[in-house]
């Protein structure tokens, strides 16, 4: 016996401004990707204060940003005072 299957109807929403404000309290987790040079379990472990690990990115290369898991673009790394902070280079 076979069964069909039912897929709804998916039904186009208008974003408004309205939606967005009602949204902006909403937390989200932002984060940068940095791919680091054949880092394993092993390093992982040996991980100490003061440990410099190397990245795949070339000196000044762009890395993701990503909110809640999805990349929406990219940054490069900049010092500001005494802080490590990304300059966003694209969004979208």
Do not use: Y
């Not at 039904?11 to 989200?28: K, Q």
């Not at 690990?53 to 940003?65: I, K, M, Y």
């Amino acid at each position: 016996m076979s069964t069909a299957l039912v897929v709804p109807k998916q039904i186009a929403i208008p974003v408004t401004d309205e939606v967005w404000s009602d949204a902006g309290w909403l937390t989200c987790l932002i984060s940068v990707d940095l791919p680091l040079v054949h880092f394993t379990v092993r390093d992982l472990l040996q991980l100490d204060v003061g440990a410099v690990l190397e990245t795949r990115n070339a000196d000044g290369a762009d890395v993701s940003v990503m909110v809640n898991a999805q990349r929406i673009g990219w940054a490069e790394f900049e010092i500001v005072g005494h802080r490590v902070a990304v300059r966003m280079t694209e969004v979208g």
